[in-house]
């Protein structure tokens, strides 16, 4: 199969989980390549998806899900195991016929001879998730993944990364040579339309939960300053054991696309105190619905919506609830920064990831080894 054959008629094999935002930027991603020719196969590694999640993918034109039962990186047990199931995604790209494969698990490159060229998304890690909320060395769990991790981003040709922030911070945390190319985040917009009450006044935060990075702790204790509600959607518990109790928060659990568009159609304040934060899907999509954002300031959301969005401290909770119950309680302020945050989420489309992604794919298989050249490792 020489390159210009793969070019005339793409077919990528992609790896996503459905735990969290890969599910949705696959998704997009996919949706947006299917606009340039491109056929997309989606293997899930981790814990399956749900039944909304593998309706969405039906949804998407061009795209084949492919639901193994292989472990996800940051969820196996050991070096091993992400070896082998690296070894797994490598047989299903010469199988599916795949012209090239996108690791948003890069740690699937280590120690793989893929048959194709592979684009790696470095979405978060735990070397850098180490460097934000911890101090002094990694223990050894952390320490092999980042080994891993490290080896994934040599492996590959190309790396992707969601904001400009966390690309120099890939850069300096793994010592590369170049910094991963910075291919903003897009989301299709589920929540564009105005139906709440502009008096029914409560904030909303979305993701998660239960990561540390997420700093929900520090949005809780600042909920209990404030008389308006605080409602938070997504998981208090990880499958990787991890759980958080957040007593002063309305919790709603994980919901559906739908569901979380519902939401966001009333217009609530968004709120993301996050500490760790490589770009933030959920952000993206309550600026989509016209959302007024209070944020922490970190480089990512500066980056992104400096202008559009009131940034906070994420250390400081009487400032967060300061930030939260002004926004609330001023209507035209909401309003202002409603329309400030909708206007720079027009930026960040599937479209202009998607015409991003597929350049770097172009590049990658003109400058490829012609794939009859390499062998897969079992």
Not at 23 to 38: E, F, N, Q
Not at 222 to 228: E, I, K, V
Not at 254 to 278: D, K
Request: glycine share 6%; with cysteine; hydrophobic share 50%.
């Amino acid at each position: 199969m020489s390159t210009v054959t793969a070019l005339a008629g793409l077919r990528v094999l992609m790896t996503a989980d459905a735990v969290g935002g890969i599910w949705s930027y696959a998704l997009d991603l996919a949706r947006g390549l299917a606009a340039h020719g491109v056929e997309t196969v989606l293997m899930v590694l981790g814990p399956p998806p749900a039944a909304d999640q593998e309706a969405a993918a039906a949804a998407v034109s061009e795209l084949r899900l492919l639901t193994p039962s292989l472990p996800l990186d940051w969820l196996a047990e050991g070096p091993e195991a992400v070896r082998a199931a690296g070894c797994a995604v490598a047989r299903m790209a010469v199988e599916c016929g795949a012209s090239l494969v996108h690791l948003n698990n890069p740690a699937l490159a280590a120690g793989v001879q893929f048959p194709v060229p592979v684009v790696g998304a470095c979405h978060s890690c735990v070397a850098t998730w180490w460097k934000t909320m911890r101090s002094g060395p990694m223990p050894a769990e952390f320490a092999w993944r980042s080994d891993l991790v490290s080896r994934g981003y040599a492996a590959a040709a190309a790396l992707v990364a969601p904001s400009a922030a966390f690309a120099a911070e890939t850069a300096e945390t793994y010592h590369l040579l170049a910094r991963p190319l910075t291919v903003h985040n897009g989301r299709h917009a589920t929540a564009t339309a105005a139906s709440g009450d502009a008096a029914v006044a409560f904030a909303f935060t979305a993701g998660r939960l239960w990561d540390e990075g997420k700093n929900l702790i520090a949005l809780d204790r600042a909920a209990a300053r404030l008389s308006l509600p605080v409602l938070a959607a997504g998981p208090t518990e990880g499958p990787n054991g991890a759980r958080i109790d957040l007593p002063h928060l309305k919790t709603l659990g994980r919901l559906s696309e739908a569901a979380m568009a519902a939401w966001l159609r009333r217009h609530p304040v968004f709120v993301s105190v996050a500490r760790y934060e490589p770009f933030g899907l959920a952000v993206l999509e309550a600026a989509q619905a016209g959302c007024a954002l209070v944020l922490s300031d970190i480089p990512s959301f500066r980056e992104l919506w400096d202008g559009a969005a009131e940034f906070v401290s994420p250390e400081d909770e009487m400032a967060v609830a300061d930030a939260i119950r002004r926004m609330l309680c001023e209507r035209g302020r909401r309003a202002r920064f409603g329309v400030a945050a909708r206007e720079r989420a027009r930026r960040y489309s599937v479209e202009a990831m998607a015409a991003d992604v597929f350049r770097i794919y172009r590049r990658v298989l003109r400058n490829a080894v012609t794939p009859a050249e390499r062998e897969v490792v079992v």
